[in-house]
């Protein structure tokens, strides 16, 4: 006996291919699936305004000292706390006595297979034997205190990037302000920059889909930078010149030309300041000369995070300023 296939239709405007519920439609397509999604979503949206202020009455009128120590090495047992708060109550604790087990339009329990699969690298027999989704919750909140540091990060890391959320990843950041993180979540990795004005201009540049060149180019700057356990300053700074190198070419409609030669061609068409042009070809010559990074160099450069960050955020800076000009 043929099973019965989904009312529903993809975006395309295919016919959904897989098996239908008692409604007639998949779970992806299921009005009443879709309605609970919708509400839960303006829900989150909600209590996402609610911002918990960063210090408390006691701290700000200084009758408790306040750890302005940013955390870049170590997590603390509140933040912790915090960070494994934000998933409970956004999809854990539901998810362990909910039969339908759907958030942020995907399942939970596919999640949990992933993650036991690809992220702990555990054996599927040893998830399948616990029953019952809270004893999946109770297991996961284990291995989730037993984390060291970086792994925190690390599992984070894979669970924002799986659901894609806006909301949750607006209050995972919203702690880590709040704890004294030394990271934020800013274009799919954690990294260490930390102030508002910062992160917004990053994802202005990284979302947009006008020049996906640039943007990819930026992606892997923050991406090389941003590798705990083996960071590449060295190919970041050379990602962060070649994104600029690429939008000064869209601009001027000369894709062979070099980021002097274009710099040159705005400035002639009053797109960029002389002093501007001349500032930022002296920065793009101090990464060409012999012992600059575009070279091939027998040993590497003594570079630092704080050089990446420099030129990542200073290209970012360059490449909206130009944007506007267009």
Not at 27 to 52: C, G
Request: proline share 3%; with cysteine.
């Amino acid at each position: 006996m043929s099973s019965v296939k989904c009312k529903g239709t993809t975006k395309s405007g295919a016919k959904c291919s897989r098996e239908a519920g008692s409604s007639g439609y998949c779970h992806t397509h299921d009005p009443k699936a879709i309605a609970e999604r919708e509400t839960q979503n303006q829900a989150l949206k909600l209590k996402s305004k609610f911002v918990i202020p960063s210090k408390r009455f006691s701290e700000r009128q200084g009758f408790k000292p306040v750890s302005e120590v940013i955390q870049v090495d170590d997590i603390s047992k509140d933040l912790r706390h915090s960070l494994w708060n934000v998933l409970s109550n956004n999809f854990l604790l539901e998810y362990s006595g909910n039969t339908r087990s759907i958030f942020y339009g995907k399942q939970i329990d596919e999640y949990i297979k992933y993650l036991w699969m690809d992220f702990f690298k555990k054996p599927i027999d040893d998830l399948h034997s616990i029953l019952f989704k809270s004893g999946q919750i109770h297991e996961l909140r284990k291995l989730f205190d037993g984390f060291k540091w970086f792994e925190v990060y690390d599992f984070l890391e894979f669970t924002l990037n799986y659901f894609e959320n806006v909301t949750l990843v607006e209050e995972v950041n919203n702690i880590l302000n709040r704890e004294f993180s030394g990271f934020r979540f800013v274009g799919g990795v954690f990294t260490d920059i930390t102030t508002e004005q910062e992160v917004k201009m990053l994802e202005e540049v990284l979302t947009s889909k006008r020049f996906p060149a640039v943007s990819s180019h930026l992606q892997r700057s923050l991406t090389l930078m941003s590798d705990r356990k083996n960071p590449d300053y060295r190919n970041s700074i050379k990602e962060s010149i070649s994104a600029v190198e690429s939008i000064a070419k869209e601009i001027t409609g000369k894709p062979k030309a070099t980021l002097g030669e274009a710099l040159k061609v705005l400035e002639s068409s009053n797109k960029i300041h002389p002093s501007l042009k001349e500032s930022f070809s002296k920065l793009y010559g101090y990464t060409s000369d012999k012992g600059g990074i575009r070279h091939a160099m027998l040993s590497e450069p003594n570079l630092t995070a704080a050089d990446a960050k420099f030129f990542l955020l200073s290209c970012t800076s360059f490449i909206n300023y130009l944007k506007s000009k267009v």
